[in-house]
DNA sequence: AATAATTTTTAGATTTGTCTAAATTTATTT
DNA sequence: AAATAAATTTAGACAAATCTAAAAATTATT
């Protein structure tokens, strides 16, 4: 099966927004794609026909087994570009989401392999999100909240939730990206606050909201 | 400026037909971007408003000088991704072309100008085709049909005019592609064929309709 | 449980790029 | 130069993806 831009872009923000609701609804998919509820409902019926989601008016919508299977081959191309931009380009990890959301669309999986050939299969994107192989499965690595770290042991970043331009400056002011090492000191209990080592920086203090957004392995 | 896939196909399509016609028709565009002489007019009108044809009803029209611009960044990214395509990722020379046509619509100019350090400023695609700089400036080559090429000297083919698939398969047989080494034994008057010693080759025979697409260099 | 607020869907319009059929212009024949 | 043929443009329609405004259904509130 061949989709369109937009009815791909759809499947792809229904598979992210269930990864974190449990009930994905209409005006979330609207934001999510940048358009009007309305439009969601249009685009709903016309992937429902396809089968590649399940929708009752009013009520619901799932991606069926062949929506999963689409989105993630998307999400797999979308990783593999971003891997490519990074580690062969030389592009910041912050620079590469705009140009792999429109590479992820082109059609060619004999293409998409090649480049997972290429690049070695990597297992992990350029922000620590694991890359599905060509059969959708990807690895699963054990992350915990900066929060939670246990104290004084060091940890490694490997994943950032919010990937806001704004929590991308804050990071980047940190020095903290994907592969950074680093230590809770202590922590504040009256505000949640964490005081991190990072590598080779002064030592700094996270906001909870900040942490909370950072995720470690080990 | 930013255009939709179907201008850019249109722009593209002008250019290289302007290379090979005096007057590019209405009829002609037409079947290039496979579609009808009406569509084709609607959409000339388009690149009038946005100044990139010149075009006068019934009579003419030609890039503009904008348009020529972009035309030779399209075929800058065309030519790059095949490269990338060929000897980055061992697709063969005759597989490229439809990937590359999704890939040149990818818009980011920081992309491809990596694209274009990553692969060390190649001057020539995998078809011999030159690839324009980022200036739109591209290299001219001397090139001989292999017609006319002087007996017994050593030439290298560095051009395939005709690159249906029709033509892609024979060359396959002949193990003749971009950068093969070959040269003219003799001619033959009667029907203008010629046979040509093809580097690892038995001696072969060329008929004139093949030799006449394939230019040499040297 | 009735009303109000919110969410979702429907109805009808818009834009882009396309089409067919008819009208117009240009080119070719006789 | 008039008639015919061919190419081009116009007019009107259609599909995809979107929008706004209104209607319908669901959820929350009093």
């Not at 992937?47 to 087994?65: G, M």
Request: net charge positive; with cysteine; proline share 3%.
């Amino acid at each position: 099966m061949n989709f369109s831009v937009s009815e791909e872009n759809y499947i792809k923000s229904i598979y992210h927004l269930q990864a974190v609701h449990q009930q994905v609804t209409t005006t979330l998919l609207a934001e999510a794609v940048q358009t009007k509820a309305a439009s969601v409902t249009d685009m709903l019926k016309k992937l429902q026909v396809k089968k590649l989601v399940h929708y009752k008016p009013y009520k619901s919508f799932t991606l069926t087994e062949a929506g999963t299977k689409t989105a993630l081959e998307i999400i797999r191309k979308h990783r593999l570009w971003e891997y490519f931009l990074v580690n062969k380009l030389q592009f910041e990890w912050n620079e590469v989401h705009e140009i792999a959301e429109e590479l992820e669309h082109i059609s060619s999986r004999e293409l998409i392999n090649r480049l997972d050939g290429f690049l070695d299969h990597p297992a992990f994107d350029p922000h620590g999100d694991p890359i599905p192989n060509s059969k959708g499965k990807m690895a699963e690595l054990k992350q915990n909240n900066l929060i939670d770290l246990p104290l004084k042991k060091m940890a490694s970043v490997s994943l950032i939730k919010d990937q806001s331009n704004a929590m991308l400056d804050l990071l980047k002011h940190y020095k903290i990206s994907i592969g950074t090492k680093l230590k809770i000191n202590r922590r504040f209990e009256f505000d949640g606050s964490v005081e991190v080592k990072i590598d080779k920086m002064p030592d700094a203090i996270l906001s909870k909201q900040v942490a909370q957004n950072i995720y470690c392995t080990q």
